[in-house]
């Protein structure tokens, strides 16, 4: 079946650094989403996409955060200068018309220092 | 904003027993979903439900839309060990690239 795959499964940064999630979302889903976990508490939107166009997004969702889908497969999560408070795991999501349930990909956790 | 409330937050039943979780909502949702995420793992879908009143299996998981679409019920029959992880509800509001809104989820364990 096919899944939702992110890299990398794992990433630790410096604060302030620049850190880049990647996503490849399933091949014939139009819409992609990200979601942030932190540790022990329920999971929280930040960002929708649709058609290489932001089509919603959270309070969490701010300036430091960006979304981009550099080629036809990938789906990515930038934040610009990261915090200790960024320490989350990241989940990429798709689903095919919008509507339809979300599949998520296994997670990056990112671990900010 | 939207919140679903699931309790307890934390559930400990023995192999072989049902067990019954909810989920309730101040908001209506036009689709609710179930998830399990185990540990170092994302949420999988388990169930989705679309209908008000609709009762819906998936092999030992049974679940319920109910009426005002405003909570759902999640069963798990003759739970086995693998059932232990995380059981999250989620509602989707409608339109197009809705997202989800997740209960704090309520974390099984199963003693054999």
């Known amino acids: 079946e096919p899944e939702v795959t992110q890299t990398p499964s794992h990433q630790v940064t410096q604060m302030g650094q620049e850190v880049i999630l990647r996503c490849v979302p399933i091949?014939?889903?139009?819409?992609f989403y990200w979601y942030r976990q932190i540790l022990g508490q329920k999971v929280e939107f930040l960002v929708s996409?649709?058609?290489?166009?932001?089509?919603?997004k959270s309070e969490i969702f701010d300036d430091q955060f960006s979304v981009e889908r550099p080629d036809g497969s990938n789906f990515t999560l930038k934040i610009r200068s990261t915090k200790l408070e960024d320490s989350a795991m990241y989940f990429c999501?798709?689903?095919?018309?919008?509507?339809?349930?979300?599949?998520f990909g296994n997670g990056t956790r990112l671990t900010v220092t | 904003g939207q919140q679903l409330n699931q309790s307890p937050q934390s559930m400990f039943i023995q192999e072989g027993e049902d067990v019954s979780m909810n989920c309730t909502s101040s908001s209506i949702f036009n689709t609710w979903l179930w998830y399990k995420q185990e540990p170092g793992e994302g949420p999988v879908l388990l169930i989705a439900?679309?209908?008000?009143?609709e009762l819906t299996s998936n092999g030992r998981l049974t679940a319920q839309f109910g009426i005002t679409r405003k909570d759902s019920f999640l069963n798990i029959s003759a739970s086995i060990p693998s059932d232990v992880g995380i059981y999250f509800c989620a509602g989707q509001t409608a339109g197009a690239n809705s997202k989800l809104t997740f209960g704090k989820g309520i974390t099984l364990s199963v003693r054999p």
């Open positions: 999501a798709s689903n095919r018309d919008g509507n339809s349930p979300l599949h």
């Open positions: 439900l679309y209908k008000a009143g």
């Open positions: 996409f649709y058609n290489n166009e932001i089509s919603e």
């Open positions: 091949s014939n889903h139009l819409y």
